[in-house]
């Protein structure tokens, strides 16, 4: 089992930027991929970013340019930076982690194996 617990988020004006971190315990940290998904109210989770322990990350389209995922490995933590923020990015966030076995799409909430507990950003116009 992973246990993610998330910190950050808040309520920022547009074009401002906002920081989550998620702390993992509980299981190798190098086996997992880490990332963030995000709900709005009234749709389906979607992928934002995903930082895997070799190095390489992938973005939302709709995110990319604006956030980075990074990650802290000596740590076992995930960072969500996000800049130029738009009232469109208001949602919950939550933190993700997804067995770098596992098959699937990684973009794809139901191949998401461990979930944080989720944090609102409200990104006012």
């Known amino acids: 089992q992973v246990q993610l617990v998330e910190s950050g988020g808040g309520l920022v004006q547009a074009g401002g930027s906002l920081a989550l971190s998620c702390a993992a315990s509980g299981r190798a940290f190098s086996s997992l991929g880490m990332g963030w998904f995000r709900q709005a109210p009234g749709k389906e989770r979607e992928f934002v970013g995903m930082?895997?322990?070799?190095?390489?990350?992938d973005y939302a389209d709709s995110v990319k340019g604006r956030f980075t995922v990074s990650r802290d490995n000596a740590k076992n933590t995930v960072f969500l930076q996000m800049n130029s923020l738009k009232p469109e990015d208001t949602a919950s966030y939550y933190c993700?982690?997804?067995?770098?076995?596992?098959?699937?799409?990684?973009?794809?909430?139901?191949?998401?194996?461990?979930w944080g507990q989720g944090t609102q950003v409200t990104v006012s116009s």
């Open positions: 930082r895997w322990s070799g190095g390489r990350t």
């Open positions: 993700a982690a997804r067995r770098i076995v596992r098959s699937g799409s990684y973009y794809d909430a139901a191949n998401i194996d461990y």
